[in-house]
Structures are given as C-alpha cells and as structure tokens.
C-alpha cells in the first residue's frame, strides 16, 4: 500500500476526528490529505505524537481522537504506548504508518525492518490491535484505545508541508475545537 | 504539610490533568492527586512523556501538572523546545535531589544542571527553601503559565524533602 493513499482514506469524511500528526512523513502525509485546524503536525518533540493523543482523548472523552505517526516516532516512544494501556481512554487510536525506514533521514532501516512488532508491543500494553479493513470503522466507533501498524510501501515523495509555527498551530487547533474562549482563556 | 498545600492549589487553578513519575519526595502528592476524583493521575514511563500528555491536554483545554525528581529534568530537555516553540503553557513541580545532603553521588551532577538546563529551555525557575513557602509558590508559578503560556518549574529543595539515607528512602 502506499502511505499517502491510506492517510487520505483515514482522513476522508472526518466528522469530527481531532488528529496529531506525528513528525516528519505522517505529518506530510495528513497535510496532503487536507489540511485542517483539528490536525496537529508536529515538527519536533519526536516520540511524543502518541502521549499528546493520550493528553487530548482525556480532556475530550466525547471525541473521537486519532494520531498518525510514523514507525521510526513510535519506536522512539514505546513507552507511551505503556502508558496508554493503563489509562485505556476508549476514545483513542492510534496508527503506525510503517514503511520499515526513518523517511526523514535518508531511508535508513527501522526495527521494525528487522522483525520488531509494533502491534505486539501494542497488544502486550493492553491496546487492542485493529486490522486494517476495520480501521476506518473502529476509529470513528470502537471502544479503545485502538491500534494498527499499516505497513506500506517506503517510497520517497513530494513534501506537502503544513504550518510550521508552533504557536500558531496551538492556537487554531484550541479555537477550532474550544471556540473563541480559548484565546481569552 | 506541603504536599497537602500543593494539592489544595491544584484543584483551586482547575488542574485536571497530574502526570507523574513515581518518586518518594512526591510520594503523599501523588496519593493525594490519585485519590481526587477531579483530577486524573497518569503514571508514566519517563518524564518526556509528560511534556506530551501535557501538550494534548491543553489543546484540549484542560490545565494538567507535571510531578517528577530532579534526574527527569535531564529526560525532557528536548520536547522543551515544542513547549517553547507552541507557547505550551507547563508547570512543573520538581523534587530536587543532588543538592542538599545527598548521600547518592549518581545524583549529584543532574541535581547541580537542572537549573541551568531548564533556563536554557526557556523555563522560569522558582526554587522553595521553606515549608510556609511552597504553596504560594505554587500558586504564582500556576498563575504565570496558565495565564501567560510559559513554562514554570517549581523546584522543592531537599532539604524541605528531608530524606537523608537510602535506608529512610526506601522505608518511605
């Protein structure tokens, strides 16, 4: 499969699906899907995409909410998914899209390239692991937290970059999901 | 005792979000914060992963704290640079070790940087000497970045911690 193929139809028809965009080709890949105030990219903070997912599906158990990241940022945070295990926040998904290499870098290998599990990590930390023809589905529905590793083709495209100021991408996320309130706040 | 005043003030400022490492000069906040029902305590792996659950929940609009020993300061220094960069408000309240009376040497050199590491990151340090001192402490760093969207540590001397062995430690 190719990765900007299958972050476009995740991301089609989003209803009101708040996103965190892991750094580096996730992030481009959800910014070619559309992009979106309730999209966080993030340009640093590697390893970080699944705990802001976690951060966010606790201050909004009512919406559904999705990170995007990469095999390279999750394997750089392992940890967190640990830690969404124990907090099982039913509103969560997240979904490694796995192209077995640190796309940013020059290509090079990833340990998922050489047998490391990523859905069995998941699995272990108590997620519950999602195929990928009910993802779609489970990520708008199912009680999480929910988990897919997607592996896809690893393939150098065209950068489709969203804004880069950190501040600015802070703010219109909370207004576009908090109102106006949230620059008086 | 201080803990208790900490605790008093989070739930004053709307925290509702605690994320902790576990750790002995925390330990009665820690219990304190678990046992509210208003407040939700994430236990977590490392303190990088606080900086993340801090950020998510303020894009959620909800205020969250972050509890961890002096050593974590040495785990977060880069995702610092996203609170900076995205005016992520943060407060962090920091157990010091490696400082006052120290009887672990393995503690003495990230104790003696966190100061001068948090400012290089652009986080405004407050450090707390006294008892009588550490919930209005808490209460200004908690005002400053929830209201001006910075970064604030707050760091408790060990003196005030009082743990002088490792056998009082672990008896904790």
């Known amino acids: 499969m190719k990765r900007r ?38 340009w640093g903070a590697m390893g970080q995409a699944a705990m802001m997912g976690l951060g966010l599906a606790l201050a909004q158990p009512k919406r559904r909410v999705l990170v995007v990241t990469g095999d390279g940022e999750a394997l750089m945070g392992l940890g967190a998914l640990a830690t969404i295990g124990v907090q099982k926040p039913a509103n969560l998904t997240v979904v490694v899209i796995d192209n077995e290499r640190y796309g940013e870098t020059g290509m090079q290998e990833t340990h998922t390239a050489h047998g490391v599990d990523l ?6 930390c108590g997620l519950k692991v999602v195929d990928f023809k009910d993802l779609k589905k489970a990520i708008h529905t199912a009680p999480g937290p929910n988990f897919a590793a997607v592996k896809v083709k690893a393939e150098k495209i065209p950068l489709v970059l969203p804004p880069r100021e950190g ?8 207004r576009a999901l908090l109102g106006a309130k949230a620059d008086t706040e | 005792m201080w803990p208790e005043g900490i605790h008093r003030e989070l739930g004053l400022a709307g925290v509702r979000v605690v994320g902790y490492v576990p750790d002995a000069g925390h330990k009665r906040l820690i219990e304190l914060c678990r046992a509210d029902r208003k407040m939700r305590a994430v236990v977590l792996t490392t303190e990088e992963e606080g900086i993340g ?16 020993q002096s050593s974590g300061v040495g785990n977060i220094v880069n995702v610092l640079g996203m609170v900076r960069e995205c005016r992520f408000p943060l407060v962090t309240l920091v ?22 590491v948090l400012e290089a990151m652009d986080t405004v ?17 908690l005002r400053l970045a929830f209201n ?20 009082e430690q672990s008896a904790r």
Not at chain 1, 27 to 33: E, F, G, K, R, S
Not at chain 1, 167 to 174: I, Q
Request: net charge positive; proline share 5%.
């Open chain 1, 119 to 124: 859905a069995g990590v998941a699995r272990s």
């Open chain 2, 95 to 116: 157990t010091m070790r490696g400082e006052q009376g120290e009887f672990n040497p393995w503690q003495v050199p990230m104790g003696q940087a966190v100061r001068p």
């Open chain 2, 53 to 68: 659950l801090a950020a998510g929940a303020w894009l959620g609009g909800q205020r969250s704290v972050l509890l961890m």
């Open chain 1, 5 to 42: 193929d299958v972050v476009k139809n995740l991301l089609s028809n989003r209803k009101n699906l708040l996103v965190v965009a892991g750094l580096g080709s996730t992030a481009w890949d959800c910014t070619a899907a559309g992009d979106s105030p309730l999209t966080f990219p993030m």
């Open chain 2, 148 to 167: 001006s969207y910075v970064s604030v540590a707050v760091l408790i001397s060990q003196r005030l911690i009082g743990i002088k062995s490792f056998q």
């Open chain 1, 167 to 174: 501040a600015l991408l802070k703010a219109r996320f909370r």
């Open chain 2, 125 to 141: 340090v407050q450090q707390v000497e006294k008892e009588d001192q550490v919930a209005p402490v808490v209460n200004a760093a």
